[in-house]
């Protein structure tokens, strides 16, 4: 799996960054170049087509939250997969300006909650000030990282993200809190950057490349292995446009097992302390768990 160095000086650039992006469109407007990236990398490509920003929303869906799609840095839109429904609870991993939060939002309505997380105070005072602008009154915006999301086990509906875990130094921690988030059932539906598997040494290796979402992103095997080990199957992984000669943008899709599956006899007796059961099985395992489980019996099975 693809790990430049140390998680925190790769946190720190990427703070950077963002930090840098959000000051600029506060002051005038959307950034003009991606926060994904150093300030010669543009968000168009080689060839002039827009692959990362505003230009990949519909405007139909951006309806009320223009001046937070006007200052994305993503390459997608998730909130087009999600398949958001009414009263449910979202949550958005590295929410930026708030774009996909305030789409979601209005998707799941009134008795729904919104929740974007972001580890940049710069950009956390632009997506509340954008949703107070768009007047949208069930979004929030918490401070932390994806690494150690700041929610209990099992209280979301839908985790989407949008080009914001490929720059992550430790994904498969991302994902793993991502899956312990989760309802049984829940739905995880992100927008990233998939690497070539040819990508090359060089690029592997420039912090450039890292913060240009491009040097830390995974492969589709390495991205559909971390998915699995995280405990999320169904993993659906769609190339939708390339945005770099050694990678592409994607939409990547993954459930978490219902109780049912999840907290079948088999997956009970294949633990045996109740803790390693409790983030699949969004309760105690100790209500849920056969008599004959090994957390139940002197001698586990």
């Known amino acids: 799996m693809a790990e430049l160095t140390e998680p925190d000086p790769i946190r720190e650039q990427v703070r950077e ?3 840098a992006a959000a000051r600029a469109a506060a002051a005038r407007g959307p950034a003009p170049s991606s926060c ?8 168009t490509d080689a060839a ?23 200052a994305s840095l993503g390459c997608g839109v998730p909130t087009a997969v999600a398949d958001l429904h009414e009263g449910e609870t979202v949550l958005d991993l590295g929410s930026g ?5 305030l789409i979601s939002a209005r998707r799941v309505g009134a008795t729904g909650r919104a929740i974007g997380l972001d580890m940049t105070d710069e950009m956390l005072e632009l997506a509340r000030a954008n949703a107070q602008r768009a007047d949208v009154r069930n979004a929030e915006f918490v401070k932390g990282d994806i690494e150690n999301i700041p929610l209990p086990d099992a209280t979301v509906d839908v985790v989407i ?3 914001v875990i490929n720059l992550s130094g430790d994904k498969a921690k991302v994902l ?27 690029t592997r290796a420039d912090m450039a490349q890292w913060t240009g979402c491009i040097a830390g992103a995974l492969t589709r095997r390495e991205f559909e292995q ?35 599956s999840c907290c079948s006899t088999h997956a009970l007796q294949a633990c045996c302390e109740p ?26 099975t």
């Open 17 to 19: 960054k963002y930090a």
């Open 36 to 43: 994904c990236g150093p300030a010669e990398v543009a968000l």
């Open 48 to 70: 002039g087509a827009q692959v990362f920003g505003d230009a990949l929303y519909d405007p139909g869906e951006s309806a009320g939250a223009e001046g937070a799609v006007g």
């Open 97 to 101: 300006a708030g774009a996909d939060v």
């Open 161 to 163: 993200s949008n080009c």
């Open 176 to 202: 793993a809190e991502a899956a312990r988030v989760l309802k049984p059932g829940g739905r995880f539906a992100v927008s990233d950057v998939i690497a070539d598997p040819a990508m090359d040494d060089a």
């Open 226 to 260: 971390a998915l699995a080990a995280a405990g999320l199957v169904d993993v659906e992984i769609r190339e939708t446009h390339r945005v770099h000669e050694q990678a592409a943008a994607a939409i990547i899709r993954a459930r978490k097992p219902d109780a049912a």
């Open 275 to 300: 803790s390693a059961k409790s983030p699949c099985c969004g309760e105690p395992a100790s209500t849920t768990a056969p008599a004959t489980c090994g957390c139940n019996s002197a001698s586990p």
